[in-house]
């Protein structure tokens, strides 16, 4: 159902436009190595992979999408360039300075120990190299809101958004300095749109071959519906973060 609204092998909405809006600041190219966090079902590692020449290494929390990310992967012959591997974003640890690069999509949310996360990250970049993510950060002290509330209380895991300044603060401390940070709110809440009346226009093409759709858009859309709701509280956001790792003085 996901794919019906977002594209094929896309699990988020924002289509190829996002993702080049993503990575773009990572300038990658052949022979770098970028990491992909929360890959889904690679569809952004795939097109990462074949757009830029450079080997992209997806990680996946949910061992269902892991494994099929991998065999589409494999099925396009980009096993090597584009694998998709299941870990924890939680715990995970690759090879230290082993990246050039790391991007991730509004895939942190679910993670509750950011600095951990940032830490596990930094460690594994290259002096130098950059992080670029989207994700939902709150705006203002707490989230203690009705609004916030009722969006955590729906979400399929326990939700964990903290303030923009938080955020900054913790890729300080990790030998981060941020190059950029921009709101891209309006961008992600009309993406949400397209994506459901795109949805319904195909559906309502299928006539009654589409029957068996209906109670599955209707799940996915509830809980879309209540991030598209919360984004226009104006509580949170979606922002857009471009960091480097910190030069280390000689």
Known sequence: MAELLFGPSMIT???PDAVHA????????????AVEIGAGLGGITRLVAEETSARVVGIEA?????EEAMRRSADAGLKKQAGVSCYSLDTFSLKPRSADAVYAKESFLFVEDKQYLFERIAKILRSQARLTFTDFVLIGP????????????????????????RIESLLDSVGFDLIDRYDMTDVYR????????????????????AAG???????????WKRRATVLSTGEVQVQHFHAQVRRVAD
């Open 213 to 223: 759709y209906a109670e599955w858009l209707a799940a996915e859309g509830d809980m």
């Open 142 to 165: 707490d989230s203690r809101s009705p609004e916030i509330a009722i969006w955590g209380a729906h979400e399929a895991f326990p939700i964990h958004v903290i303030p923009t300044d």
């Open 22 to 33: 993503l990575v773009e600041p990572l300038r990658l190219e052949t022979g770098h190595t």
């Open 13 to 15: 909405p924002g289509g």
């Open 62 to 66: 949910d061992p269902v999408l892991a």
């Open 190 to 209: 009309e993406a949400i749109l397209k994506a459901f009346a795109s949805a319904a226009q195909t559906l309502k093409a299928k006539g009654s071959a």
